[in-house]
């Protein structure tokens, strides 16, 4: 078979169903209209809102003869409370063996009191609220007016972000000499610490709650408290932030002794550092033992020619002060292992 005539049998079929359909007697059936149903918009839902991390907080105010600064700064307190309209909170006065209205003012506007049957000290007052508190969150502020509850709102803020907040006087709001040994302090911890300290020891402070009840057995019974706290919680390994305020001027005489408290903070730094960060004094004072053991083996090598028993018991205290450092050093790596525990906050 030729492939002309192959072509036309392949064809043929084709040609008779195009005649069928042209003459109308093959119905040609067309494809219904498909209808469209309409397409329901895709709705986003809207974003769940961000939980607040400070929710719970407790405010801790020491208070000693405080009758003429209470009544205003707990107003304030509750005004600022309201506005900022926490899911809990409250107050607590710890009455440190107040004689005059103190422990009843603080009644009559709605604080928790907690009182000392005699004066155990500002800190000691710290102590007790610290474990007397049922927030997550406790903020500590002094009874003498100077601390503005309006800084709340800020610290609140930051507080989302660190595990404590510390209101800084920036080496103001005291007398000139007491400005200048809180920079001395401030400096000297700093370098403990190793992180830049603008204000040692305010008494005006956000913290988590988990972490001051941790920490309550270091806090002295005095006003030297702050020091303890932020030198500990720098060196423990914690966030810490510094929000500057205005200090405002007290009603009254202060509490505070300038060279019997002012010599307490240089102990207690000594103390913290010791305890957290020996290196940071054992080093300093081994490596200036050893330069002047050197220093005075070159003098009498020069001057005498020999080798004289000072410099030799000064090179060998200098590496003794150096193993002393690092076996502290070990001691204060485990101590972390209780102090540094995460509560999921």
Same mark, same amino acid.
């Not at 304030?76 to 309209?85: K, T």
């Not at 907040?165 to 000139?176: F, L, M």
């Not at 070159?298 to 020069?302: E, H």
């Given at each position: 078979m030729s492939a002309d005539l192959q072509q036309r049998v392949e064809a043929a079929p084709n040609e008779r169903l195009s005649h069928l359909m042209a003459t109308g007697e093959l119905p040609v059936r067309r494809p219904a209209p498909v209808s469209k149903a309409p397409v329901a918009p895709v709705v986003t839902p809207p974003a769940a809102p961000a939980v607040r991390r400070v929710q719970r907080v407790s405010i801790v105010v020491p208070a000693r003869n405080e009758s003429a600064n209470l009544?205003?700064?707990?107003?304030?307190?509750?005004?600022?409370? %309201?506005?900022?309209?926490l899911p809990f909170h409250e107050v607590i006065v710890v009455d440190d063996g107040s004689t005059d209205t103190t422990p009843a003012i603080a009644r009559e506007h709605g604080a928790r009191v907690v009182c000392h049957a005699e004066s155990l000290g500002n800190g000691a007052a710290v102590k007790r609220g610290i474990r007397e508190a049922r927030g997550d969150w406790i903020l500590l502020l002094d009874g003498d007016g100077q601390h503005p509850p309006a800084a709340l709102t800020g610290m609140l803020e930051l507080a989302e972000r660190y595990d404590?907040?510390?209101?800084?006087?920036?080496?103001?709001?005291?007398? %000139? *000499?007491?400005? $200048?040994a809180n920079q001395v302090y401030s400096r000297f911890a700093s370098y403990v610490s190793? %992180? *830049?300290?603008?204000?040692?020891?305010?008494? $005006?402070?956000?913290?988590?709650?988990?972490?001051?009840?941790?920490?309550?057995?270091?806090l002295p019974n005095t006003f030297s408290y702050p020091t303890t706290i932020t030198m500990s919680m720098l060196r423990g390994g914690w966030s810490v932030a510094f929000q500057p305020f205005c200090v405002r001027t007290r009603r009254g005489k202060s509490h505070i002794r300038l060279v019997a408290d002012g010599s307490r903070f240089f102990l207690i730094i000594l103390r913290i550092a010791t305890m957290f960060a020996p290196l940071r004094v054992f080093l300093p004072v081994s490596l200036g033992t050893g330069a002047l053991g050197i220093a005075w083996y070159?003098?009498?090598?020069?001057t005498e020619g020999r080798f004289t028993n000072m410099a030799v018991l000064l090179l060998s205290q200098a590496g003794?002060?150096?193993?002393?450092?690092?076996?502290?050093?070990?001691?204060?790596?485990?101590?972390?292992?209780?102090?540094?525990?995460? *509560?999921?906050k």
């Open positions: 009544p205003s700064l707990l107003a304030e307190l509750d005004a600022v409370l %309201r506005a900022a309209a404590m907040v510390v209101g800084s006087r920036g080496g103001r709001g005291g007398s %000139r *000499h007491r400005n $200048f190793g %992180r *830049h300290i603008p204000d040692l020891t305010s008494g $005006f402070r956000l913290v988590r709650a988990d972490v001051a009840k941790d920490l309550v057995w270091l070159l003098y009498t090598l020069c003794l002060l150096f193993a002393l450092g690092l076996i502290a050093e070990q001691i204060a790596a485990l101590r972390f292992q209780g102090l540094s525990r995460d *509560h999921g």
